[in-house]
Every structure is written in structure tokens, then in C-alpha cells.
């Protein structure tokens, strides 16, 4: 859930992977009304309205989780986030890449060590974030 939401992540750049993940979360939130998405999860309702007209705002990844979690076949919030660390840090040990690498390869002000905090969850992470690390990460492991 969302480190799937395209087939080929390395051909996309940054923004069309964002746009992938927001496709995903936008069909989530049409299945149950922005109304009831905005009820079920706590994200702003705002927020969720946005989401649902497109573009996104810039959503964090475990609320962008937590909207994606409405879909009926979708794991639940938490384990959509957990399954998107571990996907991250899966790549990062095929391609046997470190957070540094990553920092000084993607267009995101961030250093490595805020790279690795976001990626543990020891900070938030926006899903353009999120887009960015893994577009890099996925490109990486095509080489």
C-alpha cells in the first residue's frame, strides 16, 4: 500500500510518484465521502476535501496512511506505514545504499540523519518525501 501505488516507481519522476500515491488515497477517500474519511481518520476535513478534488496538500505519511486505510481492502493505518518503512529500508539493503547517499541524490533539504530519522519514524515524512526517497531508492536498484 502507497510503495505500491506504481508499477515501475524508477520511471516516474519525483512528482508523478506523489501523484500515484494521491491517486491511491483519493480512490480511498471517494469510496467513503470526505465527510466520513475526515470522521473515521481525524485528518482535517480540509485536508481531506483537497484530496479528493486534487492536488493534494502536502499530507504526512501516516496521515496519507490513515486515508488509504478506508479502502476495504487495505491493511490498516499502521501497518501501511510499517510496510512502507520496510519497504524503503528493504531497498536500501538491495542496493546497499545509505542514508547519506540518498541525502546528497535526492532534491529534498534534508541530511542523511534526517533522511534515516524520517525513514524510522522518528520524524514525519511528507509524502513528497516519501516519493522522492523511494523514486531514488527504486532507480538505484534498476541499475
Known amino acids: 500500500m502507497l510503495y505500491d501505488a506504481a508499477?515501475?516507481?524508477?520511471?516516474?519522476?519525483?512528482?508523478?510518484l506523489r501523484e500515484a500515491y494521491e491517486a491511491q488515497i483519493r480512490r480511498a477517500?471517494?469510496?467513503?465521502?470526505?465527510?466520513?474519511?475526515?470522521?473515521?481518520t481525524g485528518v482535517d476535513e480540509s485536508?481531506?476535501?483537497a484530496v479528493a478534488d486534487g492536488p493534494a496538500p502536502e499530507l504526512r505519511l501516516e496521515d496519507a496512511a490513515e486515508l488509504a486505510a478506508l479502502d476495504g481492502d487495505a491493511p490498516d493505518a499502521e501497518t501501511i506505514v510499517l510496510e512502507v518503512?520496510?519497504?524503503?529500508?528493504?531497498?536500501?539493503?538491495?542496493g546497499?545504499?545509505?542514508?547519506?547517499?540518498?541525502a546528497s541524490n535526492v532534491d529534498l533539504d534534508l541530511s542523511g540523519q534526517e533522511i534515516q530519522q524520517a525513514i524510522e519514524g522518528r520524524s514525519a515524512m511528507?509524502?513528497?518525501?516519501?516519493?522522492?526517497?523511494?523514486?531514488?531508492?527504486?532507480?538505484?536498484?534498476?541499475?
Open 29 to 40: 477517500v471517494e469510496r467513503v465521502g470526505v465527510e466520513t474519511a475526515a470522521e473515521r
Open 126 to 143: 511528507t509524502l513528497h518525501e516519501l516519493a522522492a526517497i523511494q523514486r531514488y531508492i527504486e532507480e538505484r536498484n534498476d541499475r
Open 85 to 94: 518503512r520496510d519497504h524503503l529500508l528493504l531497498g536500501m539493503t538491495t
Open 7 to 16: 508499477d515501475d516507481p524508477a520511471s516516474l519522476s519525483t512528482e508523478e
Open 47 to 49: 485536508d481531506v476535501a
Open 96 to 102: 546497499v545504499l545509505d542514508v547519506d547517499t540518498i
